[in-house]
């Protein structure tokens, strides 16, 4: 009876509709808009734009909120479904995602894409692969019947692992596409779109259960709080594709190109941890978050660095954006998956 209840919110549930309604948006503006999408787009410090900085942060910081650190406590009575997201998440799934890209973007494409344009198709997928999921994970281990609270432990795990070793993967594996990395424009945006809004998160979190106590932050405060997220990423994406719209109605079929290594990536690392998971005799509702962690990305920190990095209308940015576009759909059909096989 209590599965027949679990429901994704509206917002979630809709969201690759308000991705697609989105482009679409974006892609009329930068068509009709003009010299209007040019000045926004030169609003600039240091090369990053400040109205899409401002969303950026405005997507992560809610996330923040739901960390609680006070829960890697726990790590040692359970350790197994921890180490086994940390090898998933920052062992296999990174490298993963590059070799899929690789294959497509210089070999099956070849005959559809730029050799010199791949790279950065490539190191949009791999910003894309080296962040693993730390807020939809939630929806994700809800509705196939997780264990709420070991999720919150391998979320905060990660959002710790994020702060070390993001840098480093994306360096090393940028650097095997030939692409130069701007280091300090890595670090930077890592300090600006995950140490900041972590800190001010905690920070929040904090006075607020003090102040208010957890019933009315996790069921009045975040709640409430989340459609803030959703609709910063939303008018992000209709700024990117107003940049982008000129690249996109020239090369329509990019989109397509761009989802299918990403769909496959994500039904192959799940069915990695999956069945790792039950060769490891994980209980189902700590294999089943192990495997949606891997599956999904943080798709909104990909996406920040992206534009960081290669700027608004750069194809790593596109790729980033096609992520948030399929994820949804096919994470709901390894919800599925996941809940017909129970074990």
Request: proline share 5%; aromatic share 12%; charged share 10%.
């Amino acid at each position: 009876m209590e599965k027949s209840k679990r429901q994704i919110s509206f917002f979630d549930k809709y969201l690759t509709v308000w991705v697609a309604l989105s482009i679409i948006v974006g892609i009329g503006m930068g068509h009709f808009a003009g010299d209007g999408i040019e000045v926004i787009s030169s609003m600039e410090i240091a090369n990053v734009n400040i109205p899409v900085a401002i969303l950026i942060w405005l997507m992560i910081y809610p996330m923040m909120l739901q960390v609680d650190f006070t829960s890697i406590k726990k790590i040692g009575k359970k350790p197994r479904g921890v180490v086994w997201t940390i090898v998933i998440n920052w062992l296999i799934k990174p490298f993963s995602m590059a070799f899929f890209a690789w294959i497509f973007f210089t070999k099956i494409y070849a005959a559809w894409i730029d050799p010199a344009m791949a790279g950065e198709y490539i190191a949009g997928a791999i910003l894309l692969g080296a962040a693993p999921c730390t807020a939809m994970v939630f929806v994700w281990s809800y509705l196939s019947g997780g264990d709420p609270n070991y999720t919150l432990v391998q979320v905060s795990v990660n959002d710790l692992i994020i702060l070390v070793a993001f840098v480093p993967i994306v360096g090393l594996l940028l650097g095997i596409t030939n692409i130069t990395i701007p280091y300090d424009t890595l670090l930077a945006s890592i300090l600006i779109f995950v140490v900041v809004p972590l800190v001010a998160g905690v920070i929040t979190q904090r006075i607020l259960l003090k102040l208010k106590g957890e019933e009315w932050f996790k069921k009045g405060f975040l709640p409430k709080l989340k459609p803030v997220s959703i609709i910063a990423l939303l008018v992000t994406l209709v700024f990117l594709f107003a940049f982008q719209g000129q690249n996109i109605t020239n090369n329509p079929l990019i989109i397509l190109l761009a989802a299918v290594p990403l769909v496959i990536q994500t039904y192959f690392i799940f069915f990695v941890a999956w069945f790792g998971g039950k060769k490891l005799k994980l209980k189902y509702p700590v294999c089943a978050p192990s495997a949606m962690i891997g599956a999904s990305n943080f798709f909104e920190l990909a996406v920040a660095v992206a534009i960081a990095l290669f700027g608004l209308q750069s194809p790593a940015a596109l790729v980033t954006v096609v992520g948030v576009l399929v994820e949804v759909p096919v994470m709901l059909s390894l919800v599925a998956f996941a809940n017909k096989n129970r074990y």
